[in-house]
């Protein structure tokens, strides 16, 4: 018996997809337990491009696909990702997973406009969907098929309407047709695949730092992103998690406000960018860049419990004369670098201790990753103590190394 987790370990964007794909062809079920349609995979497989929001990944694979109770489902962006596939995927989608009803992101555009520190949501009411579960006015998947629904609904128009946002009366009847076929029980699926020796994959959305306690609040998401999501989000015990795998860019990115110690600016920024492809799955949006942070993805591998790391787009770096690592941060006018703390403002005021090395003009060179490249991984597996057991250097499946 098996369950193992992959989660980002950044700020998002780390090529999760691509990672669950790869990964997922040992597995028999990949199920996401957080987030909602803000998330963003792309996945490059056997040639074809598929953009996930809210289906897991590795359904590509074969493997069945949960949609857990901690996820907040748009059945409208679930409808347009259907169509990419092919009908022969298997999916079961919680009964007790909450709805994002039309009038929530009218409500959180609202929302954001009334913070002096826009946050930089996507504004696709994820934010909203989750306060109204914990008001406990939310709407789930279930109540689409119980009496009782217009009650529910009345009470969510109720309390919209009190907030001064238009009422959006969601399409029900065409919800429940497209819901019908997969609505279950996320415990008892992942708990009797789990008894029966199946191996099982759970997906992160979103990364550490964008976590709803543990990442750099307020300028995070609304759900938990990483080992702590797992329990909540699908009924899972947490206790029988094997292998939690992390991924993370061997540089940094960021999309929205917020501090970001190691970012970069001018001609090595935009070759990042434009290299690539930092622009957002969801919302298009360019995507800050910087040198990987390692002050940053220790604190991440450490409170996530991560012992394998998925290196990703390390082909990016690739023509550099130099490549930096932050390694400490200059707090006051002394170096820490055993240190991550996002209160009150204090990543704002660190100041980035870069490391510099070697650069490579191929990450890969008559098939093995090059000696430059090698270092730069020996000094982030050093820093932050989690063993690098995969390098990616493109975004199809095959450009993937395994590192036995």
Request: aromatic residues 10%; contains cysteine.
């Amino acid at each position: 018996m098996s369950a193992d987790l992959v989660c980002g370990l950044q700020w998002g964007d780390e090529g999760k997809g691509k990672a669950v794909d790869y990964i997922s062809e040992n597995y028999d079920v990949v199920a996401r337990f957080n987030g909602g349609d803000n998330a963003g995979h792309t996945v490059v497989h056997q040639g074809n491009t598929y953009k996930f929001h809210v289906i897991p990944s590795g359904v590509l694979r074969g493997c069945l696909g949960v949609i857990g109770s901690g996820v907040v489902l748009n059945p409208d962006s679930l409808e347009e990702e259907l169509h990419q596939l092919d009908g022969s995927e298997r999916i079961v989608i919680s009964k007790r997973a909450h709805l994002i009803l039309p009038s929530y992101k009218l409500l959180d555009q609202k929302l954001e406009g009334l913070k002096g520190s826009k946050v930089g949501t996507t504004g696709r009411g994820i934010g909203p969907a989750y306060a109204f579960k914990a008001f406990r006015f939310g709407v789930r998947v279930g109540d689409l098929f119980q009496t009782g629904l217009e009650e529910k609904l009345s009470e969510a128009r109720r309390l919209v309407e009190s907030l001064n946002v238009e009422w959006i009366e969601p399409d029900v009847k065409h919800w429940k047709e497209i819901l019908a076929p997969y609505v279950g029980d996320d415990y008892k699926v992942l708990h009797e695949a789990y008894l029966d020796g199946q191996r099982i994959l759970f997906e992160a959305a979103q990364g550490f730092l964008l976590d709803l306690d543990f990442g750099t609040y307020p300028f995070v998401t609304s759900s938990y992103t990483f080992t702590n999501g797992v329990h909540a989000g699908s009924g899972f015990n947490a206790k029988k998690l094997g292998d939690i795998i992390g991924v993370s860019k061997a540089y940094t990115t960021r999309v929205g406000n917020g501090a970001f110690p190691s970012e970069l600016s001018g001609d090595t920024a935009d070759h990042i960018r434009e290299q690539g492809a930092e622009f957002g799955t969801t919302t298009g949006r360019p995507r800050r860049v910087g040198w990987l942070d390692l002050v940053a993805l220790r604190y991440a591998v450490r409170v996530s419990g991560c012992n394998k790391i998925f290196l990703t787009k390390v082909d990016v770096l690739s023509g550099l004369d130099q490549v930096g690592l932050v390694t400490a941060y200059e707090v006051d006018g002394e170096s820490v670098s055993d240190w991550f703390d996002f209160s009150q403002g204090a990543l704002e005021r660190v100041k980035p201790v870069v490391k510099w090395c070697d650069g490579w003009e191929n990450a890969l060179v008559e098939g093995k990753l090059h000696k430059n490249l090698l270092t730069f991984m020996e000094t982030v597996e050093g820093t932050v103590g989690a063993k690098i057991q995969w390098v990616s250097y493109g975004p199809s499946d095959h450009e993937t190394l395994c590192m036995l």
